[in-house]
């Protein structure tokens, strides 16, 4: 009931000061908005960006063999080291610190044939995990190969979506043979279009892959250039990586604290590296959001101080007949919080309709949709409340500390 | 119900003290009627409102109902306001946007009476002062002498023991004054401590007891027949 009155004397207040109350509000509002788009677009902007980024795979590690920098046991440095699919598979199953792994065999330039469609493609041999590993989604009605695939050295192939375009237009590639290097293969798959920014040896668009067996049946054994693997669990790279050094040092004989002899690009370092970087920028665009909301609180704290020094008969005469300081304190702390709650409330509101609208128009693919996530809100709301005490407390703390007896005669 | 012993009250003016109570020595009794009399500036209106513990003295004791409140804290000093004391002013001091039902039950609100109970007693104690059919209406639809006895029902709201109007009648014509003065009457004979500060003789005299006070100290206090 106490609390029923205050919010009565909150409107009529508002209603006596229209224009006041009004702008007041509207600076806690135009805050609002500050603070949720910014967090929203920066968040719609990470999340495009780590989709670009996993566009080349998630969780992925890549490993070129190299030349030796270093003498070891007799040997000069510069000598290359040679690893086979073969190989790359045995380490695959030696190692615990590995999730998935695939050799990488590839030859560029051979011809993709279909009906009188012929176009240039790299081809690589790989196990199914590579798919997983690197986001290679097939479009509904295709697959991956799988083990039965690879252990049956079945001439299947994954193909790129580019690719499927040039050979089949608008047509359905699934079980049609095309000649690869004129040898015959059958399309199990074809590649989701993805967004990718980042490859080594072209876009997987352009790509054909298939079952490493197969591969090595048709074209050799050949050397890899590299490998490609998922660190078990997935989050940590350092005992993978660490792991391979050794075993791979011990196998070729090098020098296991020679950096040259491989060079990794680990993208899960490079992951956290991002998260780190997105996290400093959603602080930054948040902190810009936070002042402007703060410059609203300050206007909240100056129509507090003005209503409290009109009202300062007032206040006396509530004093005169019992109130105490805290009576006071929260009479002036809650029409602050109104007008923040209320304010705030425009702001979420009109901001939905903002993200709304810019969800429905088109956006370039690097910044993402705004996204409007729990934490924003949450977020938003902790700033608020928190503008809403600090712009409260000290009108109503001097409300609060007022003589009766000056406030009477005021 | 009231004892106070040489108390003292001065104020900083820049670098002039000004010395508005110079030590008075007064006793009141349960059921009194008190006039407090004197010209401008003698102090009535500030040892009314260290008796109303609006204020504290800067020296000498005051005991209200045998409590000793001259050191107490401004909270203690409002719950007395709140639960003993009952303010009449001069210039009436009603809320302007609140009814007169809503102002009345005001010192209500502070005592955490319910809402219901609040509006009862309000209504109840309108009825009193001959307002029940004004309950709604907001000060500025009141007369002036309406307006003073919506004051002296929120005054009552509560049942406090001790009534303190300043100049209750100084913004009313003689009838409206009139009446006032009767409410009064009425509640001393119902046992309550009625202290009047007027510098108005006519209004004093109705008193049962007149206390003169000019530069700070009581110059004469004499009971009269009521």
New interface residues.
């Given amino acids: ?2 609390f ?2 205050l919010t009565r ?1 909150f409107f ?1 207040d508002m209603r006596a000061r229209k224009l006041r109350t009004f702008l007041a509000m509207f600076g806690i509002g135009w805050g609002t908005v500050a603070v949720v788009l910014l967090l929203a677009i920066g968040g719609g902007f990470h999340a495009a960006s780590k989709k670009a980024m996993h566009g080349m795979g998630e969780h992925l590690v890549v490993i070129w063999l190299s030349r030796t920098t270093k003498a070891y046991e007799g040997m000069q440095p510069g000598r290359q080291i040679t690893m086979k699919s073969s190989d790359v598979v045995e380490m695959g199953r030696a190692l615990p610190e590995i999730g998935l792994y695939s050799p990488e065999p590839r030859r560029s330039g051979l011809s993709a044939q279909y009906d009188n469609h012929r176009v240039k493609v790299s081809v690589s041999g790989v196990t199914p995990g590579y798919g997983i590993m690197r986001n290679m989604i097939p479009e509904p009605g295709g697959r991956f190969f799988n083990d039965r695939d690879v252990k049956a050295r079945r001439r299947v192939a994954f193909i790129g979506n580019k690719v499927k375009s040039k050979l089949f237009d608008e047509g359905d590639p699934i079980g049609q043979i095309i000649l690869l290097d004129g040898r015959p293969f059958t399309v199990i798959g074809t590649l989701q279009e993805k967004t990718q920014t980042s490859d080594y040896g072209g876009r997987d668009a352009g790509k054909v892959v298939v079952p490493y067996t197969t591969y090595t049946a048709m074209w050799g054994d050949q050397n890899v250039r590299n490998i490609v693997v998922r660190p078990n669990p997935v989050n940590d790279s350092e005992p993978m990586k660490k792991a391979i050094y050794t075993y791979l040092s011990q196998k070729y004989r090098f020098d296991p604290t020679d950096e040259g002899a491989l060079s990794i690009w680990d993208t899960v370092e490079m992951d956290r590296f991002t998260d780190w970087f997105f996290w400093g920028l959603q602080a930054l665009l948040g902190l810009g959001g936070a002042l402007t909301l703060c410059a609203g609180g300050i206007g909240v704290a100056n129509v507090m101080f003005l209503i409290v020094r009109e009202r300062t ?2 206040i ?12 006071i304190l929260l009479q002036v702390m809650l029409e602050a919080g109104l007008i923040v709650a209320l304010g705030g409330l425009g702001g979420l509101s009109f901001s939905f309709l903002v993200i709304w609208a810019i969800q429905a128009a088109p956006t370039p693919e690097w910044l993402g949709q705004p996204q409007f996530s729990p934490l924003v809100s949450l977020i938003t709301i902790s700033v608020l409340a928190f503008v809403g005490l600090i712009s409260g407390i000290f009108p109503a703390r001097r409300a609060a500390r007022l003589d ?2 000056k406030a ?1 005669e005021f | 119900m009231i004892e106070i012993r040489d108390i003292k009250k001065s104020y900083q003016m820049g670098e002039v003290t000004v010395e508005a109570l110079r030590g008075i020595d007064l006793n009141i009794g349960s059921g009194e009627y008190v006039a407090i009399l004197g010209p401008s500036g003698s102090g009535k209106s500030t040892l009314m409102q260290i008796l109303g513990c609006l204020d504290t003295p800067t020296a000498g004791t005051y005991q209200l109902s045998g409590r000793e409140v001259s050191g107490l804290k401004r909270n203690e000093l409002a719950e007395i306001r709140n639960k003993q004391v009952g303010f009449i002013f001069q210039s009436f001091n009603l809320l302007a946007h609140a009814s007169a039902l809503e102002n009345v039950a005001l010192p209500l609100i502070y005592r955490g009476t319910s809402g219901r109970q609040r509006l009862q007693e309000a209504a109840r104690l309108l009825e009193r002062v001959g307002l029940a059919d004004r309950m709604d209406h907001k000060p500025n639809e009141l007369s002036g002498g309406q307006r003073q006895r919506v004051a002296v029902a929120r005054a009552l709201a509560g049942d406090p023991d001790l009534i303190l109007a300043d100049e209750p009648t100084g913004n009313l014509d003689t009838h409206s004054g009139d009446e006032i003065v009767a409410l009064f009457e009425e509640l001393v004979s119902e046992g309550k401590s009625v202290i009047v500060v007027t510098h108005d003789l006519e209004i004093a005299q109705r008193a049962h007891r007149v206390v003169r006070i000019r530069d700070g100290v009581v110059e004469e206090d004499t009971r009269q027949a009521a």
């Fill in positions: 009931m106490f029923l009155q004397q009529q008969r007032e006396g005469l509530r004093m005169a007949v019992g109130a105490r300081d805290w009576h009766p007896v009477l």
